[in-house]
């Protein structure tokens, strides 16, 4: 399978998204883990298990939906890196072109237009293959703030 990545990637941002992984509950619950990040851009995946299907045997709309909805706030996340803005989903579409049974859900997003207080991302989901199973367009609402992320991650950690 070709990689995919995001051009010139950020480690640091990466393992700070690592600590992020560890600390979503629901982001645990669906198994969305972030591969590669690089400004304006992010990729993640879910291993498709059982318990990511649907009573059909594919796998149900809302995981394609959440991985998306999540590596496009890691786009956002980027963008701005290391400061760190709220960002909250306004808009979220995906058209699905082909079922998943089994494997990899991939999911590319990437930042197409940003002008505060509004972004918009596109996405492209893939399977095991690197086929094209999906895509979606998503408008998020972006608030600044004077923090730091690495701010926000230590609140987290003596939070949990």
């Known amino acids: 399978m070709q990689e995919l990545r995001c051009g010139e990637s950020n480690d640091e941002l990466l393992r700070v998204m690592k600590v992020i992984e560890e600390l979503s509950p629901y982001w645990e619950l669906i198994g969305i883990k ?29 995981v394609h939906a959440a991985l998306v909805d999540a590596m496009a706030w890691v786009a956002i996340i980027s963008h701005y890196y290391p400061r760190y803005v709220i960002a909250v989903t306004t808009d979220l579409t995906v058209k699905y072109l082909k079922p998943i049974t089994e494997g990899v859900l991939r999911a590319v997003a990437r930042i197409t237009h940003i002008k505060e207080p509004m972004a918009l991302i596109t996405a492209e989901l893939r399977n095991k293959n690197n086929e094209l199973i999906g895509t979606s367009t998503m408008t998020y609402w972006i608030t600044p703030t004077s923090k730091a992320l690495n701010e926000v991650i230590n609140e987290l950690r003596n939070m949990a």
């Not at 993640?44 to 796998?59: A, M, P």
């Open 34 to 62: 972030v591969e590669d990040v690089g400004r304006d851009c992010a990729i993640g995946f879910v291993e498709v298990g059982r318990k990511h299907l649907q009573v059909l045997g594919t796998v149900h709309g809302g």
